[in-house]
């Protein structure tokens, strides 16, 4: 997940385009998923990822860039800990440059299955509007290193724009909807996530995070998406076992 070269600056007609809908992206990506794009092309990140919030807790993923920073926002999502978890908590960024040193130490789940993942440094920024719990939008290095001044403003900026993304689209819910398609698809694909995640833990007799890295394995190796391997083990096709096989 390494990158290089010149960083650009975050501009405020780029923000607009985003906010917009017309930034230049992937055939049927989302908002939420330009917004994330937008942020690994301006700051000295290789992800990012936006959870939805609520007074609740975390409510599901809205978008990851790839497959690394989609495997730590579900992870943080099952587990109920981690940077995203406490900024919402906290109302504040949590900020860890060195996750190796810090995030074992933090959270006991997740720390280590993160640096096992090969996280060098995640950076959460709280996503709400005044008192009222949106998201957190979390960004992701493949190796230690803090963020600059500048690049700690950039941050802070793409966490507003993030802001303004969920309230224009929860503006444009349908009626009858609790949410906009952009959030809500996104949501319940976590939660078939998060179930089948509680059940590899059973069925294998292993901890969450492991049982995590499990199923995104699997997705992997059958070169299938880990929602629909998440389906077939809720829907019990699916089965893992303590000696780490499974069988369909």
């Known amino acids: 997940m390494g990158r290089s070269g010149v ?8 923000l607009d ?7 230049a992206g992937e055939p049927g990506e989302t908002l939420p998923q330009r917004l994330c794009v937008a942020c690994v ?44 978890m406490d900024a ?23 720390g280590a299955a993160a640096v096992e993942a090969g996280v060098g440094a995640i950076f959460a920024f709280p996503v709400q ?5 949106l998201g957190v939008l979390d960004l992701y290095r493949d190796v230690p290193g803090t963020l ?5 403003h950039r941050a802070l900026v793409f ?19 609790e949410l906009h398609p952009d959030l809500a698809g996104p949501t319940s694909r976590s939660v ?17 995070a492991e049982a995590l890295l499990m199923l995104r394995a699997r997705a992997y190796s059958s070169n299938r998406p880990v929602q629909d391997v998440a389906r077939a083990v809720v829907t019990r096709a699916l089965h893992f076992s303590p000696e780490g096989g499974h069988h369909e």
């Open 159 to 177: 966490a507003d724009a993030a802001t303004a993304v969920l309230l224009h689209l929860q503006q444009r819910t349908p009626a009858g909807a």
């Open 148 to 152: 600059d001044p500048d690049d700690l």
């Open 192 to 208: 078939v996530v998060h179930q089948a995640t509680g059940m590899i833990a059973v069925q294998a007799s292993v901890g969450l």
């Open 41 to 84: 092309r301006s700051l000295p990140v290789t992800g990012a990822g936006l959870t939805l919030m609520s007074a609740g807790g975390a409510e599901g993923v809205v978008a990851a860039t790839d497959g690394l920073a989609a495997t730590m926002e579900d992870l943080q999502f099952t587990l109920g800990e981690g940077p995203c």
């Open 88 to 110: 919402a908590r906290l109302s504040r960024p949590v900020l860890q440059p060195d996750l190796s040193r810090t995030g074992p130490v933090r959270w006991a789940g997740f």
């Open 129 to 133: 509007a005044g008192g009222i719990r």
């Open 17 to 23: 385009l985003i906010l917009a809908g017309e930034h």
């Open 7 to 14: 960083q650009r600056s975050v501009t405020s007609a780029e």
